[in-house]
């Protein structure tokens, strides 16, 4: 679980927890009473944390199907995560007047896709990285799961490599394609990635590759301000 405090607009502090763990978010905003609490989550609600939340400020949850600050294409907003759109948003907030590619390398791997006049035209879900290497091990009567180094070599000497190989580059290999593919039909694309793994592959992808941890918290607080301001809980963007 992460959080974030932002204070006039900006991101100034960040924290990564254990899900669910009141103790934690506690002593994160002890310092900084907040006036809000955005919850966005992919999870199921868990009553008990979301009283705690409330004890310290009004709570404001937002989803894949909220108000944004740009629009979506999307057929079935109930099922879009809202990690993906809140990377969707701040994609297109980070690059305005550009189409932007948001790339969220997690436990899946998502990709969402922004036009250049700020509306979301959908995405692709394949398996993330560690799912990949999991998949293998779990599936197959011999083989082993395996945790890639950063740059493993691309031809593995015995199985353990092999398997870090396929691994790495396979995963490469599809970013590099899915990228290509949507520069030649959105010319001008901005590409940025986030998770756990988007250092990993930024490095490891031609240049002009964005790498943004944050990304998903600067979209959950854009997605935030249309509920805020209904309920008199922001006076405007900076807050």
């Not at 109930?78 to 948003?89: C, E, S």
């Not at 290497?133 to 070599?153: I, Q, S």
């Given at each position: ?11 100034t502090r ?23 609490v955005v ?201």
């Amino acid at each position: 679980m992460k959080a974030g405090l932002f204070r006039h607009g900006r991101l100034t502090r960040t924290s990564t927890m254990p899900l669910g763990d009141v103790a934690a978010i506690g002593a994160f905003v002890a310092s900084d009473r907040p006036e809000v609490v955005v919850v966005g989550s992919v999870a199921s609600p868990d009553p008990a944390f979301a009283n705690a939340l409330h004890a310290w400020a009004p709570v404001v949850e937002v989803n894949g199907a909220s108000e944004g600050p740009i629009r979506s294409a999307y057929r079935t907003r109930d099922t879009l995560g809202v990690d993906r759109w809140a990377n969707a948003v701040a994609a297109s907030l980070l690059f305005p007047g550009r189409p932007t590619l948001a790339i969220s390398l997690g436990t899946c791997l998502t990709y969402d896709l922004v036009s250049a006049d700020g509306e979301h035209l959908g995405g692709i879900i394949s398996p993330g990285f560690r799912m990949r290497a999991r998949a293998m091990g779990e599936f197959t009567a011999r083989l082993m799961v395996v945790d890639p180094p950063d740059t493993p070599a691309l031809l593995g000497t015995d199985t353990e490599a092999c398997l870090a190989s396929g691994t790495h580059h396979g995963l490469l290999a599809e970013l590099a394609h899915t990228i290509s593919g949507f520069r030649h039909k959105q010319p001008g694309l901005a590409v940025v990635l986030t998770g756990g793994d988007a250092l990993r592959f930024a490095r490891a992808l031609e240049s002009g590759i964005f790498a943004h941890p944050f990304l998903t918290l600067l979209g959950l607080h854009a997605l935030s301000l249309p509920a805020r301001l209904a309920s008199g809980t922001s006076s405007g963007p900076g807050r």
